[in-house]
């Protein structure tokens, strides 16, 4: 399949949008596909073609008509988050809808939007109103000229269907996100040892609304007084030490801020439990959740309203009930103090992640769609 994959963000430039492209390109090649990648990262081409712009509104029309002419290209995959091809500001570009019928017109041609983010909540506060809305609203109209579109997780794609054209809504589908933090090698194994002394609890995110933070630390201070002060300590990834908020501040609580994603890597493989709680649950949109499960790590998550049953959620990791940090507090410490079930754990979520989540599945899943 001939390819124009269209993410403004691409590796060096960090975030997950970066990340996620970055490791789809890459796999795109794996499997034998011909990609052309059009972005603003300034990047080598490694197996695929590098087109680089930074305009992507009404403008730059034709040129995206040329290239996937020029490229023979059977499909468009964007990478859609409005503040990726909008200016960062309020992330509207409504030219953009522009380039995207124009695509859908060529005899062949496929326009497919990977939506990473629709739109900013539209909520009843000034920005929510002023932005959210006009988000909203843009998406709408772009969904006029899609032929597909793919979503993180089912409660967005449940959404999104009652307000989908009708001819659009059979060619809307799931895609979950993969870890964006690589396993370098099979060699690399978690740590499995049942009977412990010590023990290191890990976050890694950042500073969302949607991170339960306050539950991070309650677990962190129940495993310290039920375990002993010099036997548990936590690592926080994803957070600038200049940024740190006062909740992850104290002894024996060290932040790591942004490491390589390497660095990343070891700090999982050297840690007991994952603590990742949500608000809104966890789900197939997580990035933080696969690259714990990636990496043969038990994770501790939350159960809340977009936490579907279309993936047995329950059967490769533990859930605690949402916006209850005592409940997870006691959570993370029977875990911490069940070794065997821990870790028998870790490696049902490694293996669902392997079958289920990984970026190998997560192409292959795209491209069955237009084989």
């Not at 967005?156 to 009652?162: E, F, N």
């Not at 036997?231 to 609580?253: H, M, S, Y």
């Not at 439990?273 to 696969?290: E, K, N, Q």
């Not at 990984?358 to 491209?367: D, E, G, I, Q």
């Amino acid at each position: 399949m001939r390819v124009l994959f269209i993410s403004p963000h691409f590796k060096p430039m960090p975030g997950g949008v970066s990340d996620y492209s970055f490791q789809f390109v890459h796999e795109l090649v794996r499997q034998g596909h011909e990609v052309t990648l059009v972005t603003r990262a300034q990047v080598k081409g490694d197996g695929f073609e590098v087109v680089t712009r930074v305009d992507f509104g009404a403008s730059s029309k034709e040129d995206f008509l040329n290239l996937a002419k020029e490229k023979k290209a059977d499909v468009s995959l964007f990478q859609w988050t409005p503040l990726a091809f909008g200016p960062k500001s309020y992330g509207i570009i409504l030219g953009l809808g522009l380039v995207l019928r124009a695509l859908g017109q060529l005899e062949g041609h496929r326009v497919h939007l990977m939506v990473h983010e629709s739109h900013y909540p539209v909520l009843l506060n000034p920005r929510g109103l002023l932005i959210g809305l006009p988000h909203f609203l843009q998406f709408l109209f772009f969904m006029l000229f899609c032929h597909r579109l793919s979503f993180s997780h089912m409660g967005t794609l449940k959404k999104w269907q009652k307000w989908a054209p009708k001819r659009l809504r059979p060619y809307m589908n799931v895609l979950p996100v993969f870890s964006n933090i690589s396993l370098r090698s099979s060699d690399q194994l978690h740590s499995e040892a049942s009977n412990k002394d010590s023990y290191q609890l890990v976050y890694f995110g950042g500073q969302h609304p949607t991170n339960d933070l306050t539950s991070v630390r309650k677990a962190f201070d129940h495993c310290q007084k039920e375990l002993g002060p010099d036997n548990v300590t936590l690592k926080v990834v994803g957070i600038r030490p200049k940024d740190c908020p006062a909740i992850f501040k104290g002894e024996g609580i060290e932040v790591l801020g942004h490491l390589e994603e390497s660095k990343v890597s070891q700090v999982l493989l050297e840690s007991d439990l994952l603590c990742v709680p949500f608000t809104d649950g966890v789900s197939t949109r997580r990035g933080t959740v696969m690259a714990g499960l990636e990496h043969g790590l038990a994770v501790l998550s939350t159960d809340s309203y977009n936490t579907l049953d279309d993936i047995p959620w329950r059967d490769f990791l533990a859930l605690s009930g949402a916006n209850n940090p005592t409940s997870y507090g006691e959570r993370a410490l029977s875990l911490l103090r069940d070794g065997v079930g821990r870790n028998d754990l870790a490696k049902k979520g490694q293996d669902f992640y392997r079958s289920h989540f990984s970026c190998k599945v997560a192409v292959k899943a795209l491209t069955t769609l237009y084989s």
